[in-house]
């Protein structure tokens, strides 16, 4: 029997991230999700996708007909739904979690619509796994300005996990150098600890975003790699990735597959991001599918299990590249290559 797991998905958000101005628009859901329909690797296709829980793709406001009209519509592509994106943000209606008192009770309101909508996708059939995405919803530079900033994120965040437990979900906080205290590989764990919440909260692994956590940017105490580093040279890489995984590995309950060229890019209204390129990019830094099996293989390299799907996170491509359906036939190749080498029946 081949290896049917984990399962592939596309992350609709790559449509959204850093879009809405005159030179990148946004691109709808529905040409999203087309577009991953019609890739095709040797027979084999995108088995599902993750959703992004804000306009212009979906409304946090979804009804309950608009919850089967959207199950329908994933139904008619071959798709499940796998995690989703909890719009936690100000400008998405949300608001800090290490905010005051308003700014907080902005990001549980979200955040309890988000788990509604997964909830109620779970019970339409369409959602057979995945987790709720949130993250702290403030940047690094606001959150060193507050000695208590990590204590009032967690805070939130405990009071976000009773609420993800009384929808039946689990959340995922992802590590980004744009998060405050999630900024660094060190800071996620200690948030991570600080909540204590192992059985509803754990950790969205992002490999672009990690990389950068290895690097050290918004936290150069906390960088694995040397500032100088030459890219010729794999051990100090390899040497890295290892001790950041072995570490975040543990708490990874959602995993994202993605390159990197190891810059940062303006996303718009948003802190930068990491940028995001292509698996074949000549300026990509990581290998894929080696650099995976540190998150999906243990220390004895057994394959983990701890989740049944992964999803391609195209954030921060230009539209020119994610309009163009070679490009999710390629991102496909790679994402069966990923299964080949540590996927399971």
């Known amino acids: 029997m081949g290896k049917s797991f984990p399962k592939l998905h596309n992350a609709m958000w790559s449509g959204l991230v850093g879009k809405g101005f005159a030179s990148e628009l946004f691109i709808d859901l529905d040409t999203m999700l087309d577009l991953t ?10 088995d599902g996708v993750d959703l992004f829980l804000a306009d212009p793709h979906i409304n946090i406001d979804l009804d309950s007909e608009g919850i089967h009209r959207l199950a329908d519509k994933l139904n008619s592509k071959g798709f499940v739904a796998g995690s989703v994106v909890a719009p936690v943000w100000a400008p ?31 019970q339409a059939d369409i959602r057979p796994y995945g987790i709720v995405r949130i993250d702290s919803a403030v940047d690094p530079a606001t959150w060193a300005e507050d000695p208590e900033g990590s204590k009032k994120i967690a805070a939130t965040f405990r009071e976000a996990c009773s609420i993800a437990e009384d929808h039946g979900e689990r959340l995922a906080a992802e590590g980004e150098v744009s998060c405050g205290g999630m900024h660094s590989w060190r800071r996620m764990v200690e948030l991570l600890e600080m909540v204590g919440r192992p059985e509803v909260l754990g950790f969205q692994a992002d490999m672009a975003d990690t990389l950068l956590y290895a690097l050290g940017y918004n936290a150069p105490e906390d960088a694995l790699l040397p500032p100088d580093y030459e890219w010729k040279s794999e051990k100090p890489l390899i040497q890295a990735l290892r001790k950041m995984t072995q570490v975040l590995r543990p708490w990874t309950i959602d995993f994202h597959m993605a390159q990197s060229d190891a810059t940062l890019r303006d996303a718009g209204p948003q802190p930068k991001v990491g940028r995001h390129c292509l698996p074949d990019d000549p300026n990509a830094k990581l290998k894929i599918p080696h650099d995976t099996g540190y998150w999906l293989r243990d220390d004895d390299g057994a394959v983990t299990k701890a989740f049944q799907h992964i999803c391609w996170d195209g954030s921060t491509l230009p539209n020119e590249v994610l309009l163009n359906q070679d490009t999710w036939n390629r991102i496909l190749a790679a994402m069966l290559s990923v299964r080949s080498a540590h996927g399971w029946a």
Do not use: W, Y
């Open 37 to 46: 329909a019609k890739a095709e690797v040797d027979g084999k296709r995108f």
């Open 92 to 122: 998405t209606g949300g608001g800090s979690a290490m905010g005051d008192h308003e700014d907080r009770q902005r990001f549980l309101g979200q955040l309890r619509k988000a788990c509604r909508i997964a909830r109620d996708l779970r």
